[in-house]
RNA sequence: CGGGGCGUAGCUCAGUUUGGCAGAGCGCUCGGUUUGGGACCGAGAGGCCGCCAGUUCAAGUCUGGCCGCCCCGACCA
């Protein structure tokens, strides 16, 4: 605990985010460099996200199941555009029992490898298809560069990898993954994006189409906060997964892979924080009321906690998630603050004042200060909470989108253009190739980030070269 | 992997220039007074000064080596 206020968010913004994971006990770093603790805090929050989508997963006719950690290092030479983009983030087992291993392991950093061999063993019949296997577990890249939740070296997250019999099962299934990540962005983290296909020099190592989601940061960095692949024949001709068609003929399948990782409390912190700490959205946030009790002597104290104690049997019993903080060895004012540093969406105060009147105080978090605070009656507490919490929800991502729309911008000329990226999101023409692209980061630090599914029916003229270009990208300095 | 910074109490750091008893604030424990926006007083506990070697009567401080972490750039969920 510290008493101390945190950095302003504007003052210095990664290191407002550094501190502000460490003191909200979201996560800590973890003695091997690079790698995180997921505090019971954080991984509440996790688990929050990873119930909605393990549900939506279900919904759909997806099954759970595990595979190992370590995977031979010869599955990744399989696939040579596989190989090429992972093995500079390899970390690879050369011992164990004491022996040096024939053949080495590595850390698996994605499963399409161990995962595809186990298919072409499991698959035989067009009967078996679609084959739709999530996985929820961590994964190990070798990052140079790390920073809690965006870019650890190890990180969690789901892999889900679908097998089918023909392309267009595929890529609608990729699409039906994707929509339901925009639905899970929107809907429970409150945070909006844009749904599209990633360049060719963004693309998945192995993926024939990437797509994405891409959200936007306080600082307008933009994260890609999910992504879904569609491989086509490729990692089945690596890993020979073929089946026998109705006509009775051998076809390879065609394979997806998507995935949502830990990355997405990242966003969460970044996107609503202030600079009084978290704001989590009340779908997701762990605790989503606190109760702080207020008093000075004996009498008060027991009437008080008996409200208090009231209050928080009903809304527990309204499935609120609630936490009356009962501590006695730090103020009200520094609880209010705490709270707030964490996030917790809704605080109710309970004191004397309003023993008396029959009321409580109501703070929402989304609006600081005297701003967000009212005086509730303690009848029908538990539906003007519920009121409550939903309301913040829906502003956080009003607040968010607003935002968003903001700072994105249409620039028409090169020049503009310049401007436009050294801190916003361009939406601009581009000729597709890949040499402009590359020449656009090298100038101006910004890539691509989608190209959007829903295009004007028109053309262009492209950002950098002047060429005709037939579709819109966005263009952001990313994380 | 390049550039920069830093390793001293749980945390943030001073002390290193000029070698001479290991320090402060916060946090923690106990007692008391407090409590509607980060309370106060008093008493305590807490140290491999990153690691290894060297110089010296004496090293947190000087020399050499190693390790680790953070920040900034190229690669990435």
Known sequence: MSTK??????????EWYNQLVIRSELADYAP????????????A??????AYLDAEFKRTGHVNAAFPTLIPLSFFEKEKEHVEGFSPQLAVVTHGGGEELEEKLVV???????IGYMYSKWINSWRDLPLLIVQWGSVMRWELRTKLFLRTAEFYWHEGHTAHATAEEATAEMRRILDIYEKFSLEEAAIPVIKGRKSDSERFPGARITTSIEAMMWDKRALQAGTSHYFGPNFAKAFDIQFLDKNNVRQYCETTSWAISS??????????????????????APIQTVIVPIFKSDAEQSAVMEVADGVFAALQ?????????DRDNVSPGFKFNDWEMRGVPVRIEIGPKDVAKGSVALARRDRPGREGKSFVPQTDLVATVGRLLDDIQSSLLQRATAYRDAHIHEPTTYEEFRKVVADDWAFVWWCGRAECEASIKEETRATTRCIPFDQPQQSGDCIYCGQPANERVYFARSY
Not at 5 to 14: I, K
Not at 32 to 43: D, E, F, I, N
Not at 266 to 277: K, N, R, S, T
């Open 317 to 325: 019993a309204a499935n609120i998630r609630v936490k009356l903080d």
């Open 5 to 14: 206020a945190l950095l302003s968010r504007s003052e210095d913004f990664s």
């Open 45 to 50: 929050l996790w688990e929050n996200m990873t």
């Open 108 to 114: 698996r950093p994605t499963s399409e490898t161990v």
């Open 32 to 43: 091997v460099r690079g790698c995180m603790v997921v505090r019971p805090y954080g991984w």
């Open 263 to 284: 990355r997405m409390i990242g966003a969460l912190i970044m996107v609503h924080g202030d600079d009084q700490g978290l704001v989590l959205p009340p779908r997701l």
